[in-house]
């Protein structure tokens, strides 16, 4: 077989054609292939469905995260989809495959990290598969519920929308930059913790959805530009960030200029923060201090949308714009 490789395409390129291979017509399908989670419907309620997978030597390496967080982690990963639609994480499948001379003790820790996070969150571990492998790959598939007429998706975003975010941006990515690294971490470890123990924003998501406070949310798994991207694309409009409004740690303050000649390279680009990225009509502006507050979540204004030929457009502190040109990870590229 000749033509082009993955490498060519990457990851979207690839899914953006099993997308067209698979297209489904039943009519129960609410959201298929395009969002964080597939949407089915059950009468008033709509049954969620999301995956994800972890391998050994590329989501995470044995010598930085032991098993007790692998296992939260990996949970934690899911639930994150389940919170960017607004919705409720219920049951979970879990196949692992596991080399031959991996310990019982890792497993049994891998599976205390499972149920911790499980027991937080209140989901149930319903059953799996396990198999040989020549590395570590996990791979969850959970359930959840919610109101069909709650539920938030990539698209929905209106020109004209604030663009906001949960959270602060960039520690996790600047975490594992500090592991690559094997540079001193004194005083940085809660960045490294961000890397390994990601806090899904399950209980924020509901009350969007729940309240009507959002036309569109993603959870920012891959980078706040890519992540942006998708949703935009699902949404066909386009967007300004302004790089000052992008929330950042002290502690991301601190760290992030050594590791970098962009000080703002990984809150932009990096990945796996699992912050909510939502798009909210200017009319619902007073309403989201009092629920951050509450939830004592930071809720930070980054941007408008735009009308589609507008792209996605960045404006540096200096009051200079540009379009991005590299959003961020993606893999196979
Ligand atoms: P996320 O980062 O939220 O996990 P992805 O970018 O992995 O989302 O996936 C985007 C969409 O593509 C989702 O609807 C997902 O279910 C779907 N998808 C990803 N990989 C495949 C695949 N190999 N086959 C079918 N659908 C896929
Ligand atoms: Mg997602």
Known sequence: MTGKVLREIGEFGIINRIRKWTTSSDPALVQGIGDDVAVIEMGSKALLVTTDILIEGIHFDKSWIDPFQLGRKALAVNLSDI???????????????????????????????????????RVELVGGDTSLAQKIIINICLLGEGRKSDLLFRKGAKVGDDLLVSGTLGDAALG??????????????????KHLSP???????????????????????DGLL?????????????????????????LYRKGARSFSGNPLQFALSGGEDYELLFTSPCEMRE??????????????????????????????????????????????R
């Open 83 to 121: 919170a960017s639609m607004g919705g409720t994480p219920k049951y979970f499948l879990i196949s692992i495959g596991l080399p031959k001379n991996i310990s019982l003790s890792f497993v049994s820790s891998f599976y205390r990290g499972l149920k911790k996070e499980a027991k937080q969150f």
């Open 176 to 193: 594992l930059k500090i592991l690559q690294e094997k540079r001193k971490t004194k005083g940085l470890e809660k960045l490294i913790k």
């Open 199 to 221: 806090c899904p924003r399950v209980e924020l998501g509901q009350a969007i959805a729940k309240h009507h406070l959002a036309t569109a949310m993603i959870d920012i798994s």
């Open 226 to 250: 890519i992540d942006t991207s998708h949703l935009l694309e699902e949404s066909g409009v386009g967007a300004r960030i302004r790089e000052d409004r992008i929330p950042l740690s002290s």
């Open 287 to 332: 309403r989201i201090p009092p629920l951050a507050r509450s939830l004592k979540i930071p809720i930070t204004r980054i941007g408008e949308i735009l009308p589609r030929k507008e792209g996605l457009c960045i404006i540096k502190k200096d009051g200079k714009d540009y379009s991005p040109s590299r959003l961020g990870f993606e893999h196979f």
